[in-house]
């Protein structure tokens, strides 16, 4: 199983890479902008920042500050475009491959249905935490090399890792979720349409869940919602909103095993159709 | 002689369409075991039932006589599997495939690895992308075949390949047959399936229709002969049951016979026997005559 692990993170590879450096980019991009945009920010917030169409796109009320400026751009955006990543390589490590055919070379290995998932699940937690990884590394030299340009930010380089890699467990949130669809739904584009909505609803969801009772109710599914960075940055993580998070990969985890131990592979089939004989 | 793949009553059913149906099954220890039948049949489905991929919607299959669901790890250490849609994991190169998947499964056998690239001629440091239809088929034997498995199970296995390189994976079906070990060996292609199984099954449209030896099936089912005559038969000669002219000349006959030879020898001496040439039928003739017109041999 640990062989397995190796392979499917050796497969990763370029992709960890590829989006440590795009994410590091990314925050290399909000961190030169802020010395020539930061001030024209605060007068836009006076005028729009209660907004309802502009608070869809975020806390911007909190960008008067350096930190809530970065911390609205890392918790906000940075879970967001990685959660794209999430799906599609959540639904294409059993969907994908069993569509593709090379699922079947795997299972023809002397390995438990079991194992292959948790091998899977693993190296895909593995891969983006490095990703995150990759994407702290990166803004801790861009924010030594611009320590003057930016002044006084009142935030550490040990914020900013946090910050960056709480990340984590909301972005495995959108991740286990394509995993255990792509097991439980027929086919892959079915799971990756089924996540892709709770994406977009989690997202605008949390947002305006301050303009809607109904919105504020649903606002605790939201993995979103757990990942608030002005907070993050003034009062530490959050525990409980962690463990919360935790639980919630754990169970979707959890799920995905059991959809893909009773699965018919190869047959692209819903669960229940498995026992029929006409 | 104990069996390595046993069936009963083996059902698969995807929702509303057939796959298998109550099939009977039983290949033995250190057979080579031609698995016959046309696009569709159930020859795959059959062979993920053995492999644990697929669920039976009803009864039982056992390899090695462990129940394929409830102890597949046990099964799988010990089987190699080419499958007959073999799609290969691209961005690496043959050598770290195979490299990968002998530590997955945990296999000892490099040398004997080795050996079989340098047989099928195949070049491991080319990355899958580039291989060509039939190296990626060479690179799905060697995973199949390098870990020494006490039972092989073939889909479609020259698929592809040259008629040279073909011979070469015969010859090793043969070799892992004269080791003892056994050959679950599924093909449309009959000549193959008769140059290398000591038994064939035949599986049309979901059912076991026939299981024989090879030799038997050829030798006892459907005879063919020339006979040279002194007279010349007269229209209605050799007019039996189960008997077909396939051709006449003056003084000779071909005969196709699916039945006892004794009438059709007591007319001959009728009409005084000068020679009996036999004929070779292949497998195939005789796959043709078990499935009959319009029964899917036209997909064969």
Sequence with gaps: MFNLFLYELRKRRNAIIGWGIGMGLYILYILVLYPTIGDAYSGLIENLGDNPLFQMFGDFQSMSSFSGFFSLYVADYLPLILAIYAIINGTAALAGEEEAGTLELILSQPLARWQIVLAKAVAMMVAMLLILLVTAVMTIITFIAMEEQLGSTGVTLGDITVLILYAWPVVMVFMMMALFLGAFLPHRRLAATGVTLFLIIAFFGDNLAGLSDTLARLQPLFPFSYYDGSQLLEEGVPLDDLLLLLGANLALLLLALISFQRRNVTVGAWPWQRARIP | ?300
């Design chain 2, 1 to 300: 002689m104990t069996n390595v793949i046993e069936t009963k009553n083996l059902t698969v059913y995807y929702g509303p369409h057939r796959g298998i149906v109550d099939l009977d099954l039983a290949v033995e220890e250190g057979e080579v075991f031609g698995f016959l039948g046309p696009n569709g049949a159930g020859k795959t489905t059959t062979q993920r039932v053995l492999l644990d991929i697929i669920r039976p919607s009803a009864g039982k299959a056992t390899v090695f006589g462990l129940d394929c669901q409830e102890e597949g790890v046990q099964i799988r250490k010990e089987v190699g599997y080419l499958p007959g849609e073999l799609q290969l994991p691209e961005g690496m190169t043959g050598r770290r495939f195979l490299r990968t998947m002998a530590a997955i499964r945990g296999d000892n056998h490099p040398a004997f690895r080795q050996e079989l690239c340098e047989r099928l001629d195949l070049d491991l440091s080319r990355k899958i992308d580039e291989y060509s239809r039939g190296n990626k088929q060479k690179l799905g034997l060697v995973a199949s075949l390098m870990h020494k498995p006490a039972l092989l199970i073939l889909d479609e296995p020259t698929s592809g390949l040259d008629p040279l390189v073909q011979q070469t994976v015969l010859e090793m079906v043969r070799e892992t047959r004269a080791e003892g070990r056994s050959v679950f060996f599924s093909s449309h292609i009959l000549s193959e399936v008769q140059a290398v199984c000591d038994r064939v099954g035949i599986i049309r449209q979901g059912q076991l229709v026939a299981v024989e030896r090879v030799d038997d099936l050829i030798e006892q089912q459907l005879r063919r002969f020339r006979l040279t005559l002194v007279e010349t038969p007269g229209d209605n000669a050799f007019n039996f049951e189960g008997v077909s002219i396939l051709d006449r000349h003056d003084h000779s006959v071909t005969l196709e016979i699916r039945q006892n030879l004794q009438p059709v020898m007591e007319e001959a001496v009728h009409y005084g026997i000068v020679d009996i040439e036999p004929q070779t039928v292949t497998l195939e003739e005789i796959f043709l005559a078990y499935y009959g017109a319009g029964n899917g041999a036209n997909n064969v």
